[in-house]
């Protein structure tokens, strides 16, 4: 089955590093979504994209920048990372034909020391 | 700020029994209510969602939304321990933007 796929599963870094988080989705959707989800399960939107275009940017530390090469790709990029950017960052697809129904990949842990 | 609040925090059920979890939100212009389940390092997955006032069913998950009381629910007819997760309503405007609730983590008692 197609899916939402992200890389890696988990990274570990030490505070002021750089890293990258890739994801990819095979449904042929035309939105993707980066949520951050903490170590009380709250998960929290902090980008959306629909065809390439940024619609929602929220409240996110400006370390954070999302990239977009294609509506199948989107990417996460975390400039100088901190303690409390230790979370599980998951993407997510959806069709905005089909209601706003996400599809979620299996997410990229992130432990910062 | 749209904000989703969800009661129990967590719950434990007997095999078998009918289980209840709600939902509050705050954005009256909310017009897509759903929910989530997503069990321990997996991820989260649609359930049900909903549009309009009333209830839907589909197998043993019925959601039932009542918009003038900024209410939803999720209930689970006759609680399997694979039903067990952490459970995440959500509501939007039809904005781009799913707003995920505080969670309701599950266990079912075999």
């Known amino acids: 089955e197609t899916a939402v796929f992200q890389t890696p599963n988990y990274h570990v870094t030490q505070v002021g590093n750089e890293v990258s988080f890739n994801c990819k989705q095979t449904l042929g959707h035309d939105t993707m979504y980066w949520y951050k989800q903490d170590s009380k399960k709250l998960l929290k939107i902090m980008f959306s994209y629909n065809n390439k275009q940024l619609i929602v940017n929220e409240t996110v530390p400006r370390r954070f920048s999302p990239q977009s090469s294609d509506k199948a790709h989107l990417n996460l990029r975390i400039k100088s990372v901190e303690p409390e950017d230790s979370a599980v960052y998951l993407c997510?697809?959806?069709?905005?034909?089909?209601?706003?129904?996400?599809?979620f990949g299996h997410g990229t842990k992130l432990s910062v020391l | 700020q749209q904000k989703v609040q969800q009661s129990p925090e967590s719950l434990i059920v007997p095999e078998g029994a009918m289980t209840s979890l709600n939902c509050t939100f705050s954005d009256s212009a909310s017009q897509y209510f759903a929910w989530y389940r997503q069990h321990s390092g997996k991820a989260p997955k649609a359930l049900m969602s909903?549009?309009?006032?009333g209830e839907k069913e589909e197998g043993r998950f019925t959601i039932h939304l009542n918009k003038a009381s900024l209410h939803f629910s999720l209930h689970i007819r006759d609680s399997q321990p694979s039903d067990s997760a952490l459970y995440l309503c959500?509501?939007?405007?039809?904005?781009?933007?799913?707003?995920f609730g505080t969670g309701t983590s599950l266990l079912v008692d075999p």
């Open positions: 997510a697809s959806s069709n905005r034909v089909s209601n706003e129904r996400l599809f």
């Open positions: 909903i549009f309009s006032n």
């Open positions: 959500a509501d939007s405007n039809m904005g781009y933007k799913l707003t």
